[in-house]
């Protein structure tokens, strides 16, 4: 690996623009620097990213759900710390409120304009009230660190369906109100369960809320008829807002974090994408993503920015098929794997809910190559921050690492020596991996009450070697006693500590 110098902070015509690109439900497997087959999906862009920067083989989101992982990314402390931290309701206040030291936060006191355009799904609003829809959704993005925000508020499975721009749902007719709730508005209001033969993709489970194009969604909404997007038209408007915005603050640097939803169901690719993969719109939505991908760096080299700006490019969590929709994603599937060799995916605590491709590309910055270090998004406020020179707060970040060196593949740096991964938060399912070894400790679940027992009677544990076994296949607790009382012991200390990145004076 070529070194990379590491500077305790940057003069101002070093700082590159960083831009994150967060993809939505993709697995390790679904992009062909990964593994996948040319006749199954294409993904030039991904993979050109990958040959011209590092491709990371044991990158990982910090959660196997989305809401938790972009908590965790945003704030660099796990979600399974936060209680109200698992998937975001159409209706949810904001989870990170004011105050709440942030990556974009730490990104504008080193000088950056910071924007967050695509998927939010982290809630709107204060504590108790929510967003209000009809006025100003606040507290939002713009309370915690960034200088503009285009939002899809909650994920497009749920209701509304409608951009947020800043603090307004863009477009709304005061005429016309929006209306989001949890039940029903009348019995006539057109869902997938009284007008099923209407839609034109059938819902699986749950799914079948009010009905938008044709789809029906979890939740229900009326009115803002005027405001209200199509799927289809998604990530178009995300990369023609990035673009909006790149230009427009090309003179300074820059801190994008563009959240694509794909390949989030609805899969509702546009037109010009549906039929593209062979695989159905899973695999369409795909190449879509890399389309999105492809028009970042467009506008990077259109403006001359390209060799000024780190992209990181990673998915909120592993791969899943069938989730909601009857979309064809498990019958057209075909001999591609998801989630590669690994078992697992959405939800899950095994190798395939948190392991994505996690890629970084600085042309010039970064030599070419692939990294084994173990990085995670969680770990960005971190080593962003500690590269620009902006100090962290002891009690802010708690389980962000600076990885930093091993993001820019310099010589001899080093990624984590341990990761906990977290499924949805509630269950209190944790992956614990050290090296070789992986722990799953999974705690008795009462759905009712949606509360989890830690008591020890109630938890179970399994060990694996990952080296051996990438499938977590095999359970060799009893083979490697020692190892095995020292991961659970190791594991619920970083619990009970109630964080991970250590203090100042350790």
């Not at 993005?141 to 947020?164: A, K």
């Not at 990035?242 to 230009?247: L, V």
């Not at 002891?394 to 990761?419: F, H, T």
């Amino acid at each position: 690996m070529l070194a990379v110098s590491l500077m305790s902070s940057v003069s101002a015509d070093q700082k590159p623009n960083v831009i994150v690109i967060m993809a939505d439900d993709l697995g390790y497997g679904d992009v062909g620097c990964y593994g996948a087959k040319p006749k199954n999906v294409k993904t030039p862009n991904i993979d050109q990213l990958a040959a011209r920067g590092l491709r990371f083989t044991s990158g990982y989101s910090s959660a196997s759900t989305c809401t938790p992982t972009r908590y965790s990314l945003l704030t660099g402390t796990g979600a399974f710390r936060v209680e109200g931290s698992a998937i975001a309701g159409p209706n949810s206040p904001a989870l990170i409120q004011p105050g709440t030291v942030t990556l974009p936060e730490l990104m504008q006191k080193a000088g950056y304009k910071t924007a967050v355009i695509g998927k939010w799904h982290l809630g709107l609003g204060a504590p108790g009230k929510g967003p209000d829809w009809n006025g100003d959704l606040k507290p939002g993005p713009l309370e915690i660190g960034f200088d503009y925000s285009f939002l899809l508020p909650t994920t497009n499975d749920r209701v509304p369906q409608v951009y947020v721009e800043n603090h307004r749902v863009l477009n709304l007719d005061p005429a016309d109100p929006l209306w989001v709730g949890h039940r029903t508005p009348s019995p006539e209001h057109p869902t997938g369960i009284n007008q099923r033969d209407s839609l034109k993709m059938d819902w699986q489970h749950g799914h079948n809320g009010t009905i938008h194009n044709g789809i029906s969604r979890i939740g229900f909404y009326t009115g803002g008829h005027a405001a209200r997007f199509r799927d289809e038209d998604l990530a178009d408007k995300w990369a023609e807002k990035s673009e909006e915005w790149i230009k427009e603050n090309k003179d300074k640097p820059f801190f994008l974090y563009f959240a694509s939803h794909d390949i989030h169901v609805p899969r509702m690719p546009h037109e010009r994408f549906q039929g593209k993969s062979g695989m159905g719109y899973r695999g369409d939505a795909i190449v879509q993503l890399d389309w999105s991908v492809g028009e970042i760096v467009r506008v990077l080299k259109e403006q001359g920015l390209e060799e000024n700006t780190l992209i990181v490019f990673c998915s909120d969590n592993g791969s899943v098929l069938g989730d909601g929709y009857k979309d064809g994603a498990k019958e057209q599937l075909g001999d591609h794997q998801p989630a590669g060799v690994y078992s697992g995916g959405k939800y899950k605590i095994q190798e395939g809910g948190t392991r994505t491709p996690f890629i970084t590309c600085w042309p010039g910055k970064i030599q070419p190559g692939v990294s084994d270090e173990v990085v995670s998004t969680i770990d960005l406020a971190s080593s962003l921050a500690n590269y620009l020179g902006v100090e962290i707060p002891n009690d802010a970040c708690l389980d962000s690492i600076d990885v930093m060196g091993a993001l820019l593949g310099s010589e001899n740096a080093k990624g984590r020596s341990q990761l906990i991964e977290q499924d949805n938060g509630p269950t209190k399912c944790f992956g614990y991996r050290v090296g070789k070894w992986k722990l799953q400790r999974y705690a008795k679940f009462d759905r009712a009450t949606r509360t989890a027992s830690e008591a020890p009677a109630d938890l179970r544990f399994h060990l694996f070697d990952l080296d051996q076994d990438p499938g977590e296949k095999r359970d060799i607790s009893k083979q490697h006693p020692e190892v095995f009382a020292r991961m659970k012991a190791e594991l619920q200390k970083l619990l009970d500590d109630g964080r991970s990145r250590p203090t100042a004076s350790q």
